[in-house]
């Protein structure tokens, strides 16, 4: 089956420090991979996606985000996180054929000021 | 440029009602879709389309129906309300497999 899977919940930073989250997906075939962000009370906003090409992706406000297929993974990055990155990020996925995109459970990221 | 409009945006109803969640978008997307989000659950997909008059179940599709009559709209019936379907409603809509999904600003369901 397919499924997302994002290890960290929760996670806590100071502004200015680096930010890397997980993100392991099980997908038969080709796969197309996205990072959507949630500001608090606000609905979802893609940061990212990859297809197909180069696998480091650079997506907005400074985010990027490295395909591995051998680790069947996409993790998000960004080297300098600022108060205002505080919301929840989500990892999805959808077979390159399919039209279901499927969501990890989420990680919540508080940078303090 | 409205994009994806859901309505309510707060509802409250009582065990054993029913209720249509109203979706609709402006882009001419072919694919919608209905997710629920709970705590710690991420995005549970419940009904999607691929075009009007095809929908399919998603993950979690159980007390719930849609119906796909015109390209823009993609309303989600709530057959018999219950405690359990208390969540955060999103619709979402794409113009295809190569591109990301826009979503609505949801409609926060509370069943007592």
């Known amino acids: 089956a397919q499924s997302v899977s994002q290890h960290n919940h929760h996670v806590i930073l100071s502004e200015a420090a680096s930010l890397e989250l997980g993100c392991n997906y099980s997908y038969g075939g080709t796969v197309n991979l996205f990072w959507y962000v949630q500001y608090p009370g606000q609905h979802l906003q893609l940061l990212l996606k990859?297809?197909?090409?180069?696998?480091l992706v650079k997506g907005i406000k400074g985010f990027e985000a490295e395909f591995i297929k051998s680790k069947f993974s996409f993790n998000l990055r960004k080297p300098s996180v600022q108060w205002s990155d505080t919301a929840e990020y989500f990892c999805a996925a959808r077979g390159a054929a399919g039209n279901k995109l499927t969501f990890g459970g989420g990680t919540r990221v508080l940078v303090k000021p | 440029n409205a994009g994806v409009t859901q309505t309510p945006k707060f509802q409250v109803l009582k065990t054993g009602q029913s209720m249509t969640l109203q979706c609709a978008q402006d882009?001419?997307?072919?694919?919608m879709s209905w997710y629920r989000q709970d705590p710690g659950m991420g995005l549970r997909l419940i009904h999607y389309s691929v075009g009007a008059g095809i929908t399919d179940q998603g993950e979690v599709p159980n007390g719930y129906n849609v119906s796909r009559s015109t390209t823009e709209d993609f309303p989600l019936r709530l057959l018999s309300a219950a405690p359990s379907q208390t969540s955060v409603y999103f619709c979402a809509s794409s113009s295809g497999t190569a591109v990301g999904y826009t979503f609505g600003s949801g409609t926060r369901l509370t069943v007592v």
């Open positions: 882009m001419n997307h072919e694919y």
């Open positions: 990859y297809f197909s090409g180069d696998p």
